[in-house]
């Protein structure tokens, strides 16, 4: 009763992350960068696995697009726009194109007598994997408490 309330420190200015705010130029370097990253190992893992089992997979593109999508959105300090979803979306169909040209193209890779051939339900991933991406990256619902 006698001991007066202690407030604490004073509080001091910094810098507070809203999910509002449009990223800075330096968000989307950085989100083009880990795209391209993601991109090059994606493309090499996407070979990997089809020389591995010796057919084309698609399983290996949807993985590939959430891991495009949750390093795009990370890098990006956790904003979520349109433009970061169209990066996330277009990086994970580099990564699975260039993954089969990697297969096409490199002579340590033993090439099927029947080829590597593509199927629509290839595609079909490939698509499901870039909307995927951008779901991950590109902007959330607004919630009922947002202004």
């Keep these: 009763m006698g001991k007066p309330l202690d407030p604490g420190p004073p509080l001091t200015v ?3 992350f809203c ?3 449009a990223p800075g130029t330096a968000e989307y370097i ?6 391209v990253l993601i991109s090059l190992i994606g493309a090499a893992s996407w070979c990997g696995v089809a020389v591995a089992a010796g057919h084309t997979m698609a399983f290996p593109s949807v993985v590939i697009g959430l891991a495009t999508g949750w390093s ?3 890098a990006a ?3 979520r726009t349109v433009a970061l979803g169209l990066i996330a979306a277009v990086a994970t169909l580099l990564a699975a194109s260039g993954g089969y040209l990697l297969l096409l193209r490199l002579p340590a890779v033993p090439q099927p007598t029947a080829g590597w ?3 629509v339900y290839d595609f ?4 499901v994997a870039a909307v995927l991406a951008f779901w991950v990256a590109g902007p959330g619902a ?6």
């Design 77 to 79: 300090r956790l904003h």
């Design 30 to 35: 950085k989100a083009v960068g880990a795209a």
């Design 19 to 21: 999910a509002c705010e």
């Design 124 to 127: 079909v991933m490939a698509g």
């Design 72 to 74: 795009v959105n990370a």
């Design 117 to 119: 051939p593509l199927n």
């Design 142 to 147: 607004k919630s009922r408490n947002s202004l």
């Design 14 to 16: 910094a810098d507070e």
